[in-house]
């Protein structure tokens, strides 16, 4: 692929940017550093081994306020979780947290927390991190508690993932379960939650294949075009379509343009650079129809053993890429020669079925471009501030991993033998 030319500032300060919608204008100044990371995250709680589960894991979206240039909008995903030693099995550490929204300010080079906005159902009741019910977004996968117990399912649950702010400051919400689109007000309350099922509220669907959506690895990106009239999700791996065992080597991803007003949608092929990867972590509009996406390993950046190799953000377009909707709504999406989109694997695949890819360049590598190493394994939110400066999240999980044993341990970065951290990187960029 053709690289576009990069404008990075390796300085202490990036660029100067104010609130006009047109990304291409830098009007009024205000300086931005090359990091700025959360102060103080409080602690959640602490296992019985000693490891600290923090208030944090903001970093699985971002979005700027248009209003203000020193405020950002950061989302946590479904709470603090890791894989169950049982097939599809997760251990949930805070069966009640609720899902949230964080307001914050940029001070002084820190990220200072002013306000959380918890995720609310219609009725006003919190939401939850845990898996939904059968027929209702069930992902397939088990939930239990710090004590090994069963946790029951929930039509409240979401795995918040995509994030976008609205013009009147509602917000939406794309998800990893369902997949959901959740509308919530500028409070957390919900409006809209919309899904393959027509079990959300308000009755509108998006179409049945995505319940065909890979457990943990739904609708992780989530943007809104400049016109604020049109929602546009990323999965963020190939979908099970028809099942796992025929797409192994698949790196056909779909996304999604939802119309606001009339619920009307489009789909288009997005090739994955590489079957090892983990996916899409996020998509951002640059017009109405050039977007970011950034696509990412899951290995630490900088570690002296296996290190990571690919972070890097693309330019895509759809305006010349084949709409793959199916008007007859099927469940596992229109067929081509009897096979699914995610059974034509790679672009001879969808060349052959007369298929046209959205385009797809580089703009920047997270591994390279950086005036210091990226630490982290996950990069996942994206903004873009006007003077194309863009902006990158981390999700920092919480502060916790794995440890191997149906149990936490603390998530450590190699490279600085520190917690992870919830971080934004600030980069002007060439587009």
Request: hydrophobic share 40%; aromatic share 6%.
């Amino acid at each position: 692929m053709k690289r576009d030319l990069l404008t990075l500032i390796a300085a202490a300060s990036i660029g100067m940017v104010s609130c006009k919608k047109n990304h291409d204008e830098t009007p009024a100044e205000f300086t931005y550093p090359a990091m700025a990371e959360v102060s103080d995250p409080s602690i959640l709680f602490t296992t019985t081994a000693g490891v600290k589960v923090y208030n944090g894991g903001f970093g699985s979206a971002v979005a700027a306020d248009p209003n203000s240039p020193d405020v950002f909008y950061m989302m946590t995903d479904r709470g603090s979780n890791v894989a169950g030693q049982l097939v599809n099995s997760i251990i949930i550490g805070k069966p009640d947290f609720d899902p949230q929204i964080g307001k914050f300010r940029l001070k002084d080079g820190k990220l200072v927390l002013e306000q959380t906005i918890e995720l609310k159902n219609a009725s006003g009741g919190k939401l939850n991190g845990l898996p939904n019910p059968a027929g209702m977004g069930a992902s397939g996968e088990i939930a239990y508690d710090l004590n090994g117990q069963v946790i029951t399912p929930s039509a409240d649950g979401i795995d918040s993932e995509g994030l976008v702010r609205a013009a009147d400051g509602s917000f939406w919400i794309s998800d990893e379960y369902g997949p959901h689109i959740v509308h919530v007000d500028a409070t957390g309350k919900t409006i809209e939650r919309i899904n393959p099922f027509g079990t959300g509220t308000g009755g509108r669907k998006i179409p049945a294949v995505f319940a065909n959506r890979r457990a943990n690895r739904g609708m992780e990106g989530l943007a809104i075009t400049p016109d604020g009239k049109t929602l546009v999700g990323m999965m963020q791996s190939p979908m099970y379509n028809p099942s796992k065992s025929a797409v192994t080597n698949s790196v056909v991803l779909r996304i999604l343009t939802f119309d606001i007003a009339t619920g009307a949608t489009k789909q288009y092929a997005y090739l994955m650079d590489n079957v090892s990867l983990t996916g899409v972590s996020d998509i951002v509009a640059v017009n109405s129809t050039t977007f970011l996406t950034i696509e990412r390993d899951g290995l630490y950046g900088g570690a002296a053993s296996n290190p990571a190799t690919f972070k890097k953000v693309f330019k895509i377009d759809i305006s010349g890429a084949t709409d793959i909707s199916d008007a007859n709504n099927g469940a596992t999406g229109k067929l081509y020669g009897g096979k699914t989109v995610e059974e034509l694997n790679n672009a001879a695949g969808l060349s052959g079925a007369g298929i046209t890819p959205v385009s797809k360049t580089v703009v920047l590598d997270l591994l390279k471009d950086l005036p210091s190493v990226y630490p982290h394994d996950k990069a996942e939110g994206l903004a873009l501030l006007p003077g194309n400066i863009l902006v990158i999240s981390n999700d920092d999980d919480f502060g916790v991993v794995d440890n191997g044993a149906s149990g936490f341990a603390q998530k450590i970065l190699p490279l600085t033998n520190s917690v992870d951290r919830n971080r934004l990187y600030f980069v002007k960029i060439k587009l």
